[in-house]
């Protein structure tokens, strides 16, 4: 069955983003380059919309097949519509950023609710068992999951290729722990971004735009959550396997705002982007976060079967991203000195 589903899933994102591309071309909803885009020719934007839609009619088809409950239904089906809306209205006319983290705040307060209170966040060495602490620190996880993969999609197949790869090792988790209707739902899901890379592959025919990076986001996040609360899968291990996009856009986010900077305005100073000034290709950029991806996923597979050892390689992860970071900054430092 998953398999079956996985395969229909990424045919009907190939085509229908292909044929999205193409009525976004004739209507003019093109992504024009400027100074911080890394493109350099009008492409069509919000693709996203496809995988997304694709995947929501999904959820309604397993739910009447009895793969997935009501709840579960329920739960990524209503706040990942309301990201969707609101994302793809922002693509397509610039909404301020007090309309976005609305309906953000919004959405996570819905899927917390449908959730419910979340008895323990487990990190390993230690477990947070305080309600209120887990409250705030859900509400927090899901705002910045859903802001911070936004802030990552910003060259030709990072943030498809970043998705396809956590929601697969999410899927073998959740199988692991015997989830079988997440499981079904998150390899259809990846799949049709799948279908979608094929497209957004360096050069870009069409970019996902907020309705998908910011939606994704926010599904990742409670795929998380849920899976902690129901199937004990401890939450270090989506922290470490979301740990390239994490380790960058919280030093940059941080960097950023030590330097006064507004924090949602656009820019290029995400390590990839710098990366990418120093010389190296779009392609030669996304193979490298890559080859990075398959390493944390080795070092998350690592942990599944010896628990004991995550915190452990949970540090081996963050050295291996800092020493990769520090070497960036070599090649193209974030702020340059004055000479």
Known sequence: MILIASIISFFVSLIGVRIYTG???????????????????PTPRGGGIVFIVLW????FVFWLSRCINGQQCALFFIPSLLIAAISFIDDNISLSARWRFGTQLFAVLIALGIIGPIP????QLFGISSLWLNFILALLICLWSTNLFNF??????LAASAAAIV???QAYLLYRYGALGLTVITCVLAAAILGFLIWNWPRAKVFMGDVGSATLGLILAIIALYAQKFYNIPIILWVMLYGVFLFDATITLVRRLLHKEKWYEA?????????????WSHLKVLLGFLGLN???VSLV?????????????????????????SWIETQRAMYQKNV
């Open 56 to 59: 929501l009619i999904s959820l």
């Open 152 to 157: 990552m999609d910003g060259m030709d197949g």
């Open 167 to 169: 929601l697969s090792m």
């Open 301 to 325: 597979f690592i942990a599944t079967y010896y628990i004991r050892w995550t915190f452990a390689l949970a540090v081996v992860e963050l050295v291996i991203l800092g020493i990769i970071y």
């Open 23 to 41: 009525l976004a071309r004739k209507k003019g909803l093109l992504d024009i380059p400027n100074a911080r885009s890394s493109h350099t020719a």
């Open 267 to 279: 820019h290029k100073s995400h390590a990839y982007q710098r990366l990418h000034q120093s010389g």
């Open 294 to 296: 398959l390493v944390i």
């Open 120 to 123: 323990r966040l487990s990190l």
